[in-house]
């Protein structure tokens, strides 16, 4: 995210604010997860691969038996999804979407053979689709994004470590979508935030947070 915030800027075209070295940790991270979730409207506006970059690591999850590729998640309330978008076309890892009740039925025929679709509540019930997927043995979920699923995450008490890379960069449009938005953001004595690392990446700070019961001893 900016300094202040934000996650892209307000005009089409995506802004990048990583760097090539914090893109390759970032692969390395998804490398030892199960599953990657992102929202339906990431799927949209970003048309996301979601596939690891690198073959060896790649090779490196082969080799302990597991999937070349992590399970792909994604979250609708509409059913307005592509399914020609990049997220159900590539790669050979499963591809899980959990919609609304009231669009399930319709999303499931149209992406026949892409995906499977979960009803997962009216709105979506976000304990309910994490316990599918634990029931599918994804142990290790990472969230990318967007910002919806940030606070609908973290708002939830749901998240239980939060990475946040620093850009040098301020946005300061209010229209441009920003890494949380609007909610209560529980802080109690048993879910606190403890700084775990914090890494410079070039010009990029890396900032990594546990959440969850204090260290003893």
């Known amino acids: 995210m900016s300094v202040d915030g934000y996650i892209d800027d307000a005009s089409p ?11 390759d940790r970032v692969d390395g991270v ?27 690591r790649r090779d490196q999850r082969a080799a302990k038996g ?11 309330e509409s059913g ?14 499963p591809k ?19 995906a499977e679709v979960i009803d997962a ?21 990472m969230v990318e994004g967007g910002g919806g699923m940030h606070t609908r995450f973290l708002t939830a008490g749901l998240a239980d470590e939060l990475q946040l890379v620093v850009a040098p960069f301020f946005i300061g449009d209010p229209s441009a979508p920003r890494f949380v938005g609007s909610g209560v953001f529980p802080q109690s004595p048993d879910r606190p935030m403890r700084l775990a690392e914090c890494t410079r990446i070039g010009n990029l700070a890396l900032l990594r947070y546990v959440i969850g019961a204090p260290a003893h001893g």
């Open 66 to 76: 597991l999937p070349a590729d992590l399970t792909k998640v994604t979250v609708t």
């Open 80 to 93: 307005d999804l592509d399914p020609g978008s990049r997220f159900f076309t590539t790669g050979d890892s």
């Open 13 to 23: 075209e995506r802004l990048r604010l990583s760097s090539p070295a914090d893109f």
């Open 30 to 56: 998804r490398a030892t997860c199960d599953a990657i979730l992102v929202g339906a409207g990431t799927v949209r506006r970003d048309d996301p691969k979601l596939l690891l970059k690198s073959s060896a």
């Open 121 to 141: 509540g009216d709105p979506v019930d976000f304990p309910l689709m994490l316990g599918d997927l634990a029931a599918r043995g994804v142990r290790r979920l």
């Open 96 to 114: 899980l979407v959990y919609c609304a009740s009231a669009s399930a039925h319709a999303l499931a025929a149209r992406l026949t053979g892409r």
